[in-house]
């Protein structure tokens, strides 16, 4: 409705408001709204056996994927090999991690045994008189230039013929011979013991410059021969070669005739030898004569960058 809004003259009727005619009332069609409903019904229930059939078409796919997922005898034997394989190579490196572990540990403590021991200051009770004299023949009568030359300026000469010279053992002796002797002991680090009967005084340098050589074995194969005790080598499996050795570094490395040492208890007899020739031999002993490193412990093949 639309209402005037200026307020009507004095004494003029009142305005009312037209009088809208109510709509007249709608019948409903009763038959279209049943079609619609019986149409409904229908697709409702087409929609359902569709429905139906798509679940039984997926439960009928379902039972093929479970049935195509059933192994055969030997694609089950293939699996456990598989396994099998995958549980050795897992036991394999968790041995490897352990061996090397323990190889490690050994090299260390070993070296760091052989540190200790290089500082050793223990010094020898001179026991026996030497019977040659207090100094070697010829220009180097203490050997300390050989000895400073070698790089072994802490290293001084025992002239004593005791007991602990191993190589002039008075015990041994008949009484029909002369003889010359050193030794290197582990006892002592820094000193070599050397002895000789008058009458020897050609044999003592050849004698000494060995004795140099057994001092440079200690100095940077000790740790082998720790490794060697450690594997159960014996020195009886190497010492020939330790004695052969010390002969062999003298004469090929510091000139002295080999025929120097053809009548001692150790000649050099190796034929070709090479500086590391008894480190060889020691690996070939089973000793482990080089640092151990992680990458030959490993059972799977890694690949690196």
Not at 36 to 48: D, F, P
Not at 54 to 65: F, K, P, S, T, V
Not at 85 to 91: Q, Y
Not at 107 to 115: I, K, L, S, T, Y
Request: charged share 20%; net charge negative.
């Amino acid at each position: 409705m639309t209402f005037d809004p200026a307020p009507p003259a004095a004494g003029s009727p009142p305005v009312l408001p037209q009088t809208v005619e109510p709509a007249a009332p709608r019948r409903r069609r009763r038959g279209a709204g049943w079609i619609i409903g019986v149409s409904l019904s229908l697709v409702l229930i087409m929609l359902l056996a569709a429905g139906t059939g798509g679940a039984w078409l997926i439960w009928q796919q379902r039972e093929r994927l479970l049935a195509s997922r059933v192994m055969s005898p030997e694609q089950e034997a293939a699996i456990a090999d598989t396994f099998a394989a995958a549980s050795e190579k897992v036991t394999a490196t968790q041995q490897a991690t352990t061996e090397y572990a323990g190889d490690r540990r050994a090299w260390d403590d070993e070296h760091a045994q052989v540190e200790e021991w290089k500082t050793g200051t223990d010094s020898p009770l001179l026991a026996v008189p030497n019977p040659g004299g207090t100094a070697m023949p010829g220009p180097d009568p203490d050997g300390r230039a050989f000895l400073s030359s070698i790089g072994a300026d802490r290293v001084q000469v025992a002239f004593d013929a005791g007991d602990e010279n191993c190589g002039y053992h008075l015990s041994e002796r008949t009484g029909y011979e002369i003889v010359v002797g050193g030794c290197y002991s582990t006892r002592y680090p820094s000193w070599l013991f050397l002895a000789w009967d008058p009458g020897m005084e050609s044999s003592v340098w050849p004698v000494f410059v060995h004795e140099a050589m057994h001092w440079y074995q200690y100095q940077n194969y000790y740790p082998a021969f720790l490794a060697a005790d450690r594997a159960g080598v014996t020195d009886d499996q190497y010492g020939p070669e330790l004695e052969a050795d010390a002969s062999c570094r003298a004469v090929y490395v510091y000139g002295i005739p080999a025929s120097d040492y053809v009548d001692t208890s150790s000649p050099c007899d190796v034929e070709g030898w090479y500086d590391g020739w008894l480190l060889y031999h020691l690996a070939s002993l089973g000793v482990q004569v080089t640092e151990p490193v992680a990458a030959d412990y490993e059972v799977l093949e890694v690949v690196r960058p």
